[in-house]
């Protein structure tokens, strides 16, 4: 079957830089998405289209993709960043919307 | 101010059925591709079924193909899970979630307005 694959844990310092990937076969030819989701919270998107960002989202959060991996960007991480991230695509013939295992990202 | 609101979850048998709703306001349901997403405990996400704006197009993971089935009843800016033969496997807190592209046929997209979740419990 198909997945999509994320560490399950990236660390960082305050203001450091975040990097999260999110690794799948059919990633060149499907959009991937981006969703912070906090304890006890619903998730909320926060990169759309690979590398658009909704309107209300921080500038220091953004995508890119490339061939069989898209990777969210967290600059100048802050306390408040801390949550677990999923990306979300589809599989190769776009009949199933996949979500990544989900990373936690921990602010140190 | 768009809202999702879920209800239905429980405590409920292996084996047994049970009925979520997700009533909505706050933006022109009908246009829009909605979703139905889990998150079991412990776990992560887990996108369940999806509906395109028209109906015309409906997709199932695999784990609940068959057992489920997704519907909505626009007159009530509603959508609905109906769950059938549950299993322990199927424990989560599920979530309604709204697409982001008005008038898309298919349900691959972004969600962008998410409910708070029913919590769904299968346990003997």
């Known amino acids: 079957s198909y997945e999509l694959t994320q560490p399950p844990s990236v660390s960082v310092s305050p203001g450091q830089t975040a990097r999260i990937t999110c690794s799948g076969d059919?990633?060149?030819?499907?959009?991937v998405y981006w969703y912070q989701q906090k304890a006890g919270q619903a998730p909320m998107l926060v990169i759309n289209?690979?590398?658009e960002r909704p309107s209300g989202i921080s500038d220091r959060f953004s995508g890119s993709s490339s061939g069989t991996t898209a990777t969210l960007t967290i600059s100048g991480v802050q306390a408040e960043d801390e949550a677990d991230y999923y990306c979300?695509?589809?599989?190769?013939?776009?009949?199933?919307?996949?979500f990544g295992g989900g990373t936690k990202l921990t602010v140190l | 101010e768009v809202q999702l609101v879920e209800s239905g979850g429980g405590l409920v048998q292996p084996g047994r059925s049970l009925r979520l709703s997700c009533v909505t306001s706050?933006?022109?349901?009908?246009?829009?591709?909605m979703h139905w997403v889990r998150r079991a405990p412990g776990k992560g996400l887990e996108w369940v079924s999806g509906?395109?704006?028209?109906?015309?197009?409906?997709g199932y993971a695999d784990s609940v193909k068959g057992r489920f089935t997704i519907s909505r009843d626009n007159a009530k800016n509603s959508l609905y899970l109906q769950m059938n033969s549950l299993r322990a496997e199927d424990t989560a807190v599920y979530y309604c979630?709204?697409?982001?592209?008005?008038?898309?046929?298919?349900?691959?997209?972004?969600?962008?307005?998410w409910g708070q979740g029913t919590m769904v419990t299968v346990s003997s």
């Open positions: 979630a709204k697409g982001t592209d008005p008038g898309e046929t298919s349900i691959l997209y972004a969600f962008d307005m």
């Open positions: 706050g933006f022109t349901f009908d246009d829009y591709g």
């Open positions: 509906m395109s704006w028209n109906s015309g197009r409906i």
């Open positions: 059919a990633l060149p030819k499907q959009y």
């Open positions: 289209e690979d590398s």
């Open positions: 979300q695509s589809a599989d190769n013939s776009g009949t199933y919307v996949l």
